[in-house]
């Protein structure tokens, strides 16, 4: 029985998250208020309200859940026998976003960033998660070194730090400008982190 129970309230939560999800899509954190929420959820407010007190709470598990995706997604990288190619990799983690969980983290990032720029409390809510996508990506990077496919010389943490530049960047401009700016973005990546590569290829050849 408490394990039917502990199922039952998962599933709540994630109907309620879900419920959050959309409306934040739609109409943004501010302009969403907790009765659209009750409504697209179709619970009462007291349902709602044993799960998570307010939409400060809500925005804080949207804000984790968008998060831990990508977190996944690079656990999944790293777990692999064999890397592919980093203009392969970031193309790729970028276009998986959207596929994971039923939700779109890619779709949502935008507002969770500003809004941590607003909340220094959903910011401290979500840090020691960066800092988790942070050290994965380190791990990638030395991985691409050791690999002979990154410049040895370069500091893992800080080139990790780019990355995450990268990746949010990219995904603002998707979000703004559309697939166009997707397709040339890949397109860049891609040409800028060969380049190195063939460069020694055609010099070894």
Known sequence: MPKVSEEHREARRRQILDAA?????????????????????????GA????????????????????????????ERLAADVLPPPEELLP?????????????????????????????????????????????????????QEAGLLDPGLDPGDTARVVIALIQGWIIQWNTMGLAAHQQITAGVRALLARPRTAEQGQGG
């Open 48 to 75: 709602v309200y044993r799960y998570f007190p307010g939409k400060e709470a809500l925005i804080t598990a949207i804000a984790e859940v968008s998060t831990q995706q990508l977190i996944d997604l690079l656990d």
């Open 21 to 45: 999800w959309v409306c934040f899509a739609r109409n943004g954190f501010h302009k969403t208020s907790m009765p659209d929420v009750f409504a697209e959820a179709g619970l009462s407010a």
């Open 92 to 144: 790729a983690i970028v276009e998986d976003l959207p596929a994971t969980g039923g939700s779109d983290p890619a779709a949502m990032a935008p507002q969770v960033w500003s809004e941590m720029m607003r909340d220094p409390r959903l910011a401290a809510a979500v840090a020691g998660m960066l800092g988790d996508i942070h050290l994965r990506l380190t791990e990638l990077c030395r991985r691409y």
